[in-house]
């Protein structure tokens, strides 16, 4: 069974500093790889996806994400964190034979808190 | 571009009550169909999903239950609610490439 891991339950860094959360996944095949962020009392906004080709995967707001399959991981990273980054960044895996919401299974989360 | 309502956005209800939460796709035909609930700290739940109109599959047993009555609506029912019903209820569409959410149901049993 597909499941995906985020270590950090809660990251804190100050506005400007870099990001990095973690994500690592098992999956028997080649998976599709996904983060989402959420905003307190909002739904899930799609930050990235990863397919197939080109391992480092650019996203909205400045984000960007490297699937290392040798290390089961798909990393989030960004250069320069804005306050307005504050909120929660789920990591999903899906079959890749559809990408379908029914065959994705998503991490627990990871709280951003960005500090001024 | 393809857009997804639902609502409303909060909602207290009491113990033993109805309920019916409503969710509805723009721009896409035949998507599918999804209802998650989201516990504090414990992530995403995928409770019922559709491939089409009157195809409700469930993914896990509970007091709850799902309806698509027309391509583009997807229902999320109870005939009488629990206290542990309480939680963060999301709706969700997907054709290929992953979900898009709608903005959540918070809803709170009393």
């Known amino acids: 069974a597909q499941s995906v891991t985020q270590p950090d339950i809660h990251i804190t860094v100050s506005e400007g500093a870099s990001l990095e959360l973690r994500c690592n996944y098992s999956?028997?095949?080649?998976?599709?790889l996904f983060w989402y962020v959420q905003s307190p009392g909002q739904g899930l906004q799609l930050l990235l996806k990863?397919?197939?080709?080109?391992?480092l995967v650019q996203g909205i707001k400045g984000f960007e994400a490297e699937f290392k399959r040798s290390q089961s991981s798909f990393n989030l990273r960004k250069p320069s964190v804005h306050w307005s980054d504050a909120a929660e960044y789920f990591c999903?895996?899906?079959?890749?034979?559809?990408?379908?919401?029914?065959?994705?299974?998503f991490g627990s989360g990871t709280q951003l808190t960005v500090l001024p | 571009s393809q857009t997804i309502h639902q609502w409303p956005a909060t909602l207290v209800q009491p113990v033993g009550s109805p309920l019916s939460l409503e969710c509805t796709v723009e721009?896409?035909?035949?998507?599918?169909l999804y209802w998650y609930r989201q516990a504090a700290g414990r992530g995403l739940q995928l409770l019922f999903y559709?491939?089409?109109?009157?195809?409700i599959s469930s993914e896990v047993p509970q007091n709850l239950s799902a309806s698509r009555p027309q391509d583009r609506q997807f229902i999320l029912s109870s005939k009488k609610l629990l206290l542990s019903d309480s939680g963060f209820y999301l709706c969700?569409?997907?054709?290929?490439?992953?979900?898009?959410f709608g903005q959540g149901t918070r809803l709170t049993v009393v």
């Open positions: 969700a569409w997907s054709l290929t490439g992953g979900a898009f």
């Open positions: 999956y028997g095949a080649t998976p599709y």
């Open positions: 990863y397919f197939s080709g080109d391992t």
């Open positions: 999903a895996v899906g079959a890749v034979a559809s990408g379908s919401a029914r065959q994705l299974t």
């Open positions: 721009g896409t035909s035949n998507p599918n």
């Open positions: 559709s491939v089409g109109i009157g195809q």
